[in-house]
């Protein structure tokens, strides 16, 4: 049983952890934060409230993105984002999300994002654990957990300027919001039966959408297939099963498709054991490789740049 002081100084220690601090950072840049490491940023979060209805940590952060840790027990504003897409995903708690609509006694800050007091005609979502969205950019939106709880997010800005097209005569629909409990089983099932027949020996299947952005989900297979992302980043986290990620090294019998680079295997890369819960950050130009001897379920993102 840890005594109140070790408890003091572990609380006052996670006040101050960078996110991947916690975990390797691997001299390619792969940033790996285990499930259990995300459960002391997210305490580290509480702990940073002090009072407050809210605090946000980094849970990885490869410039200019920052995947961050969102941990909400009260009301906070409304915020818009100009030029910034947000993807959010539901970690732990239940709240409601509400988008679109217009803010209410609007502010604008320094870097142009604006917040509000609150949102009129907005459309409301109740949120549970595993659900997933994202909110276009300069849409409003504003979470709040269900009362006396926590609602607790990871949330990833993402620029984009480009404005939907307006369907003329219909008001624009809510982001799309994906429910892990309830629509997963069925994307997976889809992504399994697609193994088989598959040349890079994975199924997959899109979660969500908003292009140039897609979640996908990939259901590996324990052959795997290199490969290379010459211009895009990829956040990774694992949705169901365990697998490895081999990184870095050198790609063999590379193939040169255009955006990517694939191949047979990987030589010399670094084995990296992933399970539920646990995300990796795999920055352009570096070989990897997924596979797994059972189940391994993944929800990817590519990002340009880093």
Known sequence: MKTPMKSTFLAAALLFLPAWAAGPQMANGVITVSAEQVEQIRQSARAAQAGRPSALKSIITAQPYELSLDHRTGRTPASQHPVEAEMIIVLDGAGTITTGGTLVNPTTAANGNISGSDIANGAPQHVVKGDMLIVPQNTAHMMMPDAGGALVLATLHLPRTAEPAPVPGRAPAAPKLVSLAADLPAMIEKAKAA????????????????????????????????????????????????GVIVAGGTVVNPKDTGANIDGDAIEGGADIRMKKGDFIFVPKGVPHLAKSDGAFVLATLHVSGP
């Not at 299947?205 to 290379?228: H, M, N, Q």
């Open 195 to 242: 193994v088989a027949t598959s040349p890079r020996f994975f199924g997959g299947d899109t979660i969500l959408s908003l292009p140039p952005y897609r979640v996908g989900l990939e259901y590996r297979s324990p052959k795997g297939i290199a490969s290379v992302h010459k211009n895009d980043g990829e956040f990774m986290v694992v949705l169901e099963g365990e």
